[in-house]
């Protein structure tokens, strides 16, 4: 597989100017990400090998890419009267240990036009992309808000694609619709998005200088089983070089579970300082959570960036992790 693989991205590097022409473009990013962590035994649902997590009890030296790294081809066939045929696919690649076969991202085809645009496939959900990890600059590192008790994670929050769904997404005026829905009736397995009747929206009005938005992922569930229904709400105004984000989400689980996420940005020239909170409340349980991270993105270019910060979860008890983390990514 990953001979295959190899072959594919070092063949697509050498017929970029060719596949440009067909429509095809060759996208992906790679991060290293050097961070000395103390996890006094705060849970990430992660093994100590996981290259994503710190496992409770890790201390020391870390280097990873935290999913940062991928691989893409996008295409795009114009069929007249402003209309496409569009269809993508994107590998997750591990840079630090050189694996170009860590993983699915998307893939999908579909059609767009006046009519909006219509994706089918391993798909991004609307519940993932509004708000939730476009809010979080530091998203893809150690000082992301996901499973930090920022942002709800997992595949029913903002750490998963859904497989074998359809979407439909349009803009009505500053108004636009996004809707996921499940397709395969004869899986069957339960509590895994993407079963028929499963269904990821959102509805956000945008203007110049502000956002508001709702998004929902709610589970069809069988036999009985707790169903994964999320709910949010959240907006960010933008002031200068001044960006301000919030979102709430409220779980229908057993605890009742409620997350705040608040998050700030500065711009200055090729600097942005980010400082970011978060709490997670689950009542009737031992499980809340605060959430910090401050540091610094530097921009080289739009393709490479440098970033510094520190994180901190307070969890109840002695469930504490601290982090303090350099990494440098490359687009292209």
């Known amino acids: 597989m990953n001979n295959k693989l190899i072959a594919l991205a070092v063949a697509a590097a050498f017929t970029t100017p060719m596949a440009a022409q067909a429509g ?48 893409g081809l996008k295409i795009s066939d114009d069929l007249g009267g402003g209309m496409k045929g569009i269809a993508k696919f994107e590998w997750q690649v591990d840079t630090p240990n050189g694996n170009i076969a860590d993983g699915a991202r998307e893939g999908w085809v579909g059609l767009k036009g006046g009519f909006g645009e219509v994706k089918m496939g391993r798909i991004k959900t609307p519940y993932k992309y509004t708000g939730g990890v476009k809010y979080d600059p530091f998203v893809t590192t150690y000082m992301e ?40 009736e004869a899986d069957g397995t339960v509590g895994t998005p993407g079963n028929m009747g499963d269904l990821s929206w959102a509805v956000k009005y945008k203007q110049k200088s502000f956002e508001v938005f709702a998004s929902a992922n709610t ?33 229908d689980d057993a605890n009742n579970t409620d997350i705040l996420f608040l998050g700030y940005q500065m711009k200055m ?31 080289f270019s739009k393709k490479t960036r440098a970033y510094v910060g520190y994180r901190d979860t307070d969890g109840d008890g002695n469930n504490d992790l601290s982090a303090i983390s350099l990494g440098l990514r490359v687009s292209f």
């Open 24 to 71: 095809v473009t060759v996208y992906g990013a790679l991060q290293v990400e050097i961070a000395s962590v103390d996890n006094a035994g705060y849970g990430e649902n992660n093994t100590k090998n996981d290259r994503t997590g710190i496992a409770a009890g890790e201390k020391g030296i870390k280097m990873g890419d935290n999913k940062r790294g991928r691989i």
């Open 145 to 184: 808000a996901r499973k930090s008790g920022g942002m709800k994670g997992g595949s029913w929050g903002q750490n998963s694609f859904w497989n074998t769904a359809a979407s439909y997404k349009n803009k009505f005026g500053a108004v636009s619709v996004w809707v996921a829905y499940g397709m395969d």
């Open 219 to 251: 589970d069809d569930s069988a036999n009985g089983s707790t169903p994964n229904d999320v709910t949010k709400v959240g907006g960010q105004y933008k002031m200068g070089a001044h960006k301000i984000s919030a979102q709430y989400e409220t779980m």
């Open 269 to 299: 020239g090729k600097n942005v300082f980010v400082a970011q909170m978060g709490q997670t409340d689950a009542d009737g349980s031992a499980n809340d959570v605060d959430y910090l991270a401050v540091g610094m993105i530097h921009n």
